[in-house]
Each structure stands twice: as structure tokens, then as C-alpha cells.
């Protein structure tokens, strides 16, 4: 699932294991969402739109609407 | 797998149910070797070597319940799945091999060594599909 955290990490100048610290998470987790290769659980996306004061729609791009967009 | 406390937790519960299984195992290869035992101790004798490795699943899914990481916690349960299907596939090959005559009789834990070299590979697997610094 595309998402925007590696920017909103980026304008708040966090490493990976800074925000893996914030959101009590390994660092290879934060890669793996980072990176598309994990989809986090419901929970754990909300930690993470809380943490950067968003919603999970302005974090995570939704895979329907994506696919929608393509057609 | 991860510097988690879980995962720290799983790690001391398998040394030292490797420990036990050590003592057990050389206990009951002495106890045989020497005709100690007869009767249902030496059925006890026999599989107490079992049990500790029985531990080490159970330590798996303990670590599985403790581990608070849903990602790392994924990565080993994708091992496990990798495990199981290795071990399951190899034991049904040489099952019908062995009923055909094509091949020896092998005693049926080495299941269980099949089963932890799975787990390997399914680190391995996890390693090179999703790049996670798993053991392999």
C-alpha cells in the first residue's frame, strides 16, 4: 500500500528508528511500511496517522481509490 | 529475529530447554545402553528426550503470543508456515516411497529436525522476499 510516511518522516526530520521508537515498533517494521512491503494492522495505522496528527486517508493512499484513478 | 523482549524471553526458554533435552537424551542413551531401565520407566525414559523439544513449540508459540511487533511477529509466523510445509511434504514423500520399497525406514522425529531446518529456510525465504534481517 503506497503511503506518504517516509516524507512526513522526512519534514520532521525522524530517522526510521526515531519513529519506530515513537511508535514502540521494530525498525524493520518501519522500513517494511515505509517501503510498501507491509500493510499494518487497523491499530497500528491509527498510531501512526495519530502520531503525525493526520488521518489515516492523509497517510495511506487507499488501493481502491488508486485503482480507480488508473482506470 | 528482533532485539524485542519476546524475543529475548524465546531465546533463554530454548536454551535451556536445549539444555534439558541434552541431559534427557544422553540420560536415556546411557540408561539404555547399559539395560537400566525396563517396564514403563523406560517408556517414560524414552520420551523424556521428547519432550523439551515438544517445549521448544511451545516456546515458539509462546513467542508468537508475547511478541508485540505485528510485523516480527508476521515473520515467524510466514517461518512456521514455511517449517510446517517443508516437514509435512518431505514425511508424506517418504512415507509412500518407504511403503513402495523405495526407501529405508527413517524414525519418525527427524520430522522434527526437518521441521527446524524449515524454519531456517523460512527465514531465508523471508530474508529474500521481503529483505528482513531474519537468521537464515
Not at chain 1, 5 to 22: H, N
Not at chain 2, 41 to 48: D, E, G, P, S
Request: charged content about 15%; aromatic content about 12%.
Amino acid at each position: 500500500m503506497e503511503n506518504r510516511l517516509r516524507v512526513l518522516r522526512a519534514e520532521r526530520s525522524w530517522s526510521q528508528q526515531d519513529l519506530a521508537e515513537r511508535l514502540e515498533v521494530s525498525r524493520q517494521s518501519v522500513n517494511a511500511i515505509e517501503t510498501g512491503r507491509y500493510d499494518p494492522s487497523l491499530p497500528l495505522a491509527f498510531r501512526i496517522a495519530e502520531l503525525f496528527g493526520l488521518t489515516i486517508e492523509d497517510v495511506f493512499e487507499s488501493p481502491s481509490r488508486r485503482s480507480s484513478k488508473a482506470i | 529475529m528482533s532485539g524485542s523482549m519476546a524475543w529475548k524471553r524465546y531465546n533463554m526458554r530454548v536454551i535451556w530447554l536445549s539444555l534439558l533435552y541434552a541431559i534427557f537424551l544422553l540420560g536415556a542413551i546411557y540408561a539404555f545402553k547399559h539395560q537400566l531401565l525396563s517396564g514403563l520407566v523406560a517408556y517414560v525414559a524414552a520420551i523424556l528426550p521428547a519432550l523439551p523439544i515438544i517445549g521448544i513449540f511451545g516456546a515458539i508459540g509462546r513467542y508468537l503470543v508475547e511478541e508485540e511487533d505485528e510485523y516480527v511477529r508476521m515473520l515467524m509466523v510466514r517461518q512456521t508456515l514455511w517449517a510446517s510445509a517443508i516437514a509435512l511434504s518431505a514425511a508424506t514423500i517418504w512415507g509412500f516411497l518407504q511403503s513402495f520399497n523405495l526407501a529405508g525406514h527413517i524414525d519418525a522425529y527427524y520430522i522434527a529436525v526437518v521441521w527446524f531446518f524449515g524454519l531456517g529456510v523460512g527465514g531465508c525465504i523471508n530474508k529474500l522476499t521481503l529483505g528482513a534481517p531474519v537468521g537464515c
